[in-house]
């Protein structure tokens, strides 16, 4: 898979008139041609030149979790016999973007993670490799293609840390938001990442209208670094004055994404800090019960303690979501399918 620029620099290479990238693109994304072979207006010679380098499909599905009404995962297998994992949400109370009518993905952007939140199913193995660019956008035709519906809701919140392979996730947004690719709106995807202020500022410069989540999870640098190893390099501070630049590019509000953990960052006084930061960037919060990982020791809050951590913010004037149903928390600990099917392997 390959952007418009790119396809136009290898046909010129291979002395190919400039038309051809125009009906590559529409085999790829539109036609949705699973190999080389079925590009019938292209002389044989070009489709054996470009099959050799560039494979359609890097990605093998191996196992689906879930059910048409329900979120399911699908575990994908990549040249390498890494795995990675999409999952498919349903229609569900609007967290991101504005209509009901939605289906989400939420796709991976690396095999593994280095930034080791001590929450996280995605980081306990380390970090493996980036995704490549045609690995990220095979996730959505690969479960439009599993699921028979149509993606029109993505989230960058499976497994990595998107903004640490932001070449490929450039690359990738460019394939999915343009009109000769997947046409995805860019308002209608969203990039989550733990806070790498640097790479903030560069995405704030993006043309596309995306929408940015923070895995910010503790409201000051005492209890954000007790789970969040990042905090270090990049303290709350400095994160919030890279939020401030980006409001003042973007006009659609920052998401706060918050994990409540029992005992670590889920007293009312922490809700009272959250409340502040998230007033002074206009924000809002989700707010996500920690779901259980095999092997870490953290506790949900009850229902109760999460109820009334979240009214804190909303008497506060801060728009706040809590989701206290289980089963529906699936899409909240990306990283945990894959992480059962390597164990089980060894
Ligand atoms: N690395 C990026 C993108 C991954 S998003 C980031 O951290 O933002 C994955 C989301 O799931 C993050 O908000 C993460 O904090 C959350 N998450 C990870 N482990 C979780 C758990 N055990 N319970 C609930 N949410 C979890
Ligand atoms: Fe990596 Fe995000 Fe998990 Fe932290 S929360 S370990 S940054 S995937």
Redesign the pocket.
Known sequence: MLTRTQLAELLAQEGQPAYRADQILDWIYKKRAQTWEEMSNLPPALRTALAEQYPLRPLTHTLTKGSADTTRKFLLELPDKRYIETVLIPASPALYGETSDRHTLCVSSQVG?A???KF?A??LDGFTRNLTAAEIVSQIILAEELSGEKVNNLVFMG???PLANFTNLCQALDMITSDWGLNIGARRITVST?GLVPQIKKLSDLPQQIRLAI?LHGPDDETREKI?P?NKKYPVAELFDALRIWNSKKNQKITLEYILIDGINADPHHAAILAKRAASIRAKVNLIPYNTVEGLQWVRPSDEDCLRFKSVLTKAGVSATLRLEKGHDIDAAC?QLRLKKEKAEI
């Open positions: 993670c930034y080791g939140c996280c995605s980081g497994m990595g840390e733990s895995s969040m990042v990283g």
